[in-house]
């Protein structure tokens, strides 16, 4: 079975361009994953996923193994051919969903224990637990099970629960054990501390993983405090493993994280938006529901190879959202998907041709620019 491996091929200033191997093909980094939730990335098939370039999903946990449960879903041959996707999937451990969705949430050493949203019934979720639901699943890259506080916290509280995810860390990998073409990540905490930071970057390398997630950021710090532990936590993760960033982000967010080295991101940002009728362009957000597009003949970025830039116009997708259509999701979530990939492209070539700070500015002007001026 083909070894996980990472490959760096070049660098730009901080920025890495590189390739992830895995049993189930490779990955261009840095990569933007998008979200498939339940067993879908909303809206979409998975061949349309992957032809707006995606190389690799991102599959939920407790959502998972709430409906229809991971048992289920590893009878009926994983989570791959149960949802008809036969490329890399990453499943995240499960440990964020539980303190931002599941109702009377008990945390003790041992794990965290709550009740469904869904229909009310108790569950618990542990290290053991997590990496037996990931494997069920059948995951290509796992992560370990952490726990993240929300931002703002007390500092005693964020120590608290990193040096809690640092042993849970290690019971990960104890759980994990030895398997050849799978990969298990370690997630970086400590909130926007350096110190914990760094604390929990040397527990996670004396263990040893595959890859190394930052977690516990895009939860309310903003931007700016956001980019101010990236420009230091990338530097504390080894060289040579691919770094993830969990959770982020708005096209800009993404830009600024791989400039200060990060590989890896994933977001519902343009498949939810999608479905709300906001469109992410070179031009910065276009609202499709606003009136000004109602007889506008244009599509929503001329220069865009989507279906829904292809072939129909503002005034049609300002419709279909307006009426209600199905459509209307299924054309913005494949445009934004679309325009996600194309800024990892983007950045892939500006890294590997040495132009990253000129792409970056172009890509902020182009911004600056906002939207083409009503028909
Ligand atoms: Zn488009």
């Given at each position: 079975m083909?070894r996980?491996a990472?490959?760096?091929?070049?660098r730009?200033g901080?920025a890495?361009?590189?390739?992830?191997?895995?049993?189930?093909?490779?990955i261009?980094?840095?990569?933007?994953?998008?979200?498939?939730?339940?067993?879908t990335?909303?809206?979409?098939l998975p061949?349309?996923v992957?032809?707006?370039?995606?190389?690799?999903l991102?599959?939920?946990?407790?959502?998972?193994?709430?409906?229809?449960g991971?048992?289920?879903?590893?009878?009926?041959?994983?989570l791959?051919r149960?949802?008809n996707?036969?490329?890399?999937i990453?499943?995240?451990?499960g440990?964020?969903?539980?303190m931002s969705?599941a109702?009377?949430?008990k945390?003790t050493?041992?794990g965290?224990t709550?009740?469904?949203?869904i229909?009310?019934s108790?569950?618990e979720?542990?290290?053991?637990?997590s990496?037996?639901?990931q494997?069920?699943?059948?995951?290509d890259?796992?992560?370990?099970?952490?726990?993240?506080p929300?931002?703002?916290?007390?500092g005693?509280?964020?120590?608290?629960?990193?040096?809690?995810?640092m042993?849970?860390?290690?019971?990960?990998?104890?759980?994990?054990?030895?398997?050849?073409g799978h990969a298990?990540?370690?997630?970086?905490?400590?909130g926007?501390?350096?110190?914990?930071?760094e604390?929990s970057?040397?527990?996670?390398?004396?263990?040893?993983?595959?890859?190394?997630?930052v977690?516990?950021?895009?939860?309310?710090e903003?931007?700016?405090?956001m980019f101010?532990v990236l420009?230091?936590a990338c530097?504390?993760?080894?060289?040579?493993?691919?770094?993830y960033?969990m959770?982020v982000?708005?096209p800009?967010?993404?830009?600024?994280?791989?400039?200060r080295?990060i590989?890896?991101?994933d977001?519902?940002l343009?498949?939810r938006?999608?479905?709300?009728?906001?469109?992410?362009t070179?031009?910065?957000?276009?609202n499709?529901?606003n009136?000004r597009?109602?007889d506008?003949?244009r599509p929503?970025d001329?220069?865009c190879?989507?279906?829904?830039?292809?072939?129909y116009s503002?005034a049609?997708?300002?419709?279909?959202?307006?009426a209600?259509?199905?459509?209307?999701?299924?054309l913005?979530?494949?445009?934004?998907?679309h325009y996600?990939?194309?800024i990892?492209?983007?950045?892939?070539?500006?890294i590997?041709e040495?132009?990253f700070?000129e792409?970056?500015?172009?890509?902020?002007a182009?911004r600056?620019?906002?939207?083409?001026?009503?028909?």
């Amino acid at each position: 079975m083909q070894r996980f491996a990472f490959n760096l091929h070049s660098r730009d200033g901080a920025a890495r361009c590189g390739t992830i191997t895995t049993s189930r093909g490779e990955i261009r980094t840095p990569a933007f994953m998008p979200v498939g939730t339940a067993g879908t990335v909303k809206a979409m098939l998975p061949g349309s996923v992957r032809e707006t370039g995606a190389d690799i999903l991102l599959g939920n946990t407790y959502h998972l193994m709430l409906r229809p449960g991971a048992e289920r879903i590893a009878g009926l041959g994983g989570l791959h051919r149960f949802m008809n996707w036969d490329r890399p999937i990453l499943t995240d451990s499960g440990g964020f969903q539980v303190m931002s969705l599941a109702d009377l949430r008990k945390l003790t050493e041992t794990g965290v224990t709550f009740r469904s949203h869904i229909d009310g019934s108790k569950h618990e979720l542990t290290p053991e637990r997590s990496m037996e639901i990931q494997r069920l699943l059948g995951s290509d890259i796992v992560m370990a099970f952490d726990e993240c506080p929300a931002l703002p916290a007390e500092g005693s509280r964020v120590a608290e629960s990193m040096r809690l995810s640092m042993r849970w860390a290690e019971r990960s990998k104890a759980a994990f054990g030895d398997r050849p073409g799978h990969a298990l990540f370690g997630i970086q905490q400590g909130g926007v501390t350096r110190e914990l930071r760094e604390e929990s970057a040397e527990a996670l390398r004396a263990i040893g993983f595959d890859g190394y997630a930052v977690g516990g950021l895009a939860v309310g710090e903003g931007q700016e405090a956001m980019f101010g532990v990236l420009d230091y936590a990338c530097d504390m993760l080894p060289d040579d493993r691919p770094r993830y960033l969990m959770g982020v982000g708005k096209p800009d967010d993404i830009v600024g994280a791989v400039k200060r080295g990060i590989d890896m991101m994933d977001c519902v940002l343009p498949s939810r938006s999608g479905r709300t009728g906001q469109a992410f362009t070179r031009r910065g957000v276009v609202n499709l529901k606003n009136a000004r597009h109602a007889d506008d003949p244009r599509p929503l970025d001329a220069e865009c190879t989507c279906p829904a830039c292809r072939s129909y116009s503002r005034a049609y997708l300002h419709h279909v959202f307006r009426a209600g259509e199905m459509i209307s999701g299924m054309l913005l979530t494949w445009h934004n998907l679309h325009y996600f990939q194309e800024i990892m492209a983007g950045m892939r070539k500006a890294i590997a041709e040495g132009a990253f700070a000129e792409w970056e500015a172009d890509f902020h002007a182009t911004r600056a620019a906002g939207d083409i001026e009503p028909a």
